[in-house]
């Protein structure tokens, strides 16, 4: 019998780009399958994080195909120093509003600090309300084997789970922002972590700050894709925060972002365009108003 190629095999879909999950052709919401689909094919894909419907609209047109309510929110949109006084409150607010703008776009919402950490029965019920209430197709929620619980019982319930290891801001208070899995030790036990969360049922891990051979190795090792942020070119997926990448924050960005507009730029200037023309008398001009 003829063998088929590797693309053609059960595993493997064809390589002809239309089921990609970006520039692929499908319009509806993309899936926790289809992710895991794109592991198997071995195909990179994209991830930002929004926080409003109308942004969050500009990336769904443009096919990025999974956008997290980060609860970097707390510091990229509410005015927060850290992630850590965001409340689950906030958060559904927030992604029911990116849910509200988006239609193909995979949406997955924060868990905020001290809306799991109890234990799995408080990770349902706050789960469940961003579920429920916000509408978003997954939850994130921070730690490795510290969260196993917590991401099976989710998962348990329906409720798919990204998990994230690594550099974990809402910790920030214990491990500051330092580069994790440095040393022999600190390797092996991110590497438990990811696995660990990949047995409790996670659909995907973000590895943030992590050097990039471990995140490499972590990828080689998980049937489910990494999302890395500062973990180097390796993982499966990679993730942004927007504000950062579309240069709309405030001074320093951390040195593994890449900057692909300047915004805080172009809106400065537009708004003192406004300014100086309101001052000097040229807008509104004719065709501006209503007779
Ligand atoms: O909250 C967030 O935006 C995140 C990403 C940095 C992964 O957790």
């Not at 195909?43 to 109308?54: C, G, R, V």
């Not at 949109?77 to 988006?102: C, I, K, N, Q």
């Not at 092996?188 to 696995?195: E, G, P």
Request: with cysteine; aromatic share 6%.
């Amino acid at each position: 019998m003829t063998q088929l190629p590797a693309a053609q095999t059960a595993q493997h879909k064809p390589q002809d780009g239309s089921k990609a999950l970006y520039g692929g052709k499908s319009t509806r919401r993309i899936t926790v399958r289809d992710i895991a689909l794109a592991k198997e094919r071995g195909e990179k894909w994209p991830m930002l994080t929004a926080y409003d419907a109308m942004t969050a609209s500009v990336f769904d047109e443009a096919g990025i195909p999974v956008i997290l309510v980060g609860d970097s929110a707390g510091n990229c949109h509410l005015g927060y120093d850290t992630t850590v006084p965001v409340t689950l409150d906030e958060m559904t607010m927030l992604s029911a509003a990116v849910v509200r703008g988006t239609g193909r776009s995979l949406v997955v919402g924060d868990l905020p600090f001290g809306s799991y950490q109890e234990g799995p029965v408080q990770a349902l019920r706050s789960a469940t309300r961003l579920v429920k209430e916000a509408g978003v197709q997954a939850v994130k929620l921070e730690g490795g084997e510290r969260s196993y619980e917590q991401i099976r019982l989710l998962v348990e319930s329906g409720i798919p789970v990204m998990a994230h290891i690594g550099l974990t801001p809402q910790s920030v208070n214990a491990m500051g922002y330092r580069v994790q899995g440095r040393g022999e030790e600190a390797a092996q036990q991110l590497l438990r972590d990811a696995k660990a969360v990949q047995d409790a049922g996670a659909f995907a891990v973000v590895l943030e700050l992590v050097p990039a051979e471990l995140a490499a190795e972590v990828t080689r090792t998980l049937h489910i894709p990494t999302v890395g942020i500062g973990a180097g070119a390796a993982t499966d997926a990679q993730v942004l925060v927007w504000t950062d990448m579309l240069g709309l924050t405030q001074g320093r960005v951390p040195k593994f972002v890449k900057q692909y507009a300047d915004l805080r730029q172009v809106m400065g200037d537009a708004v003192k365009a406004f300014a100086e023309d309101v001052v000097g008398g040229e807008f509104p001009a004719a065709e501006h108003a209503v007779n």
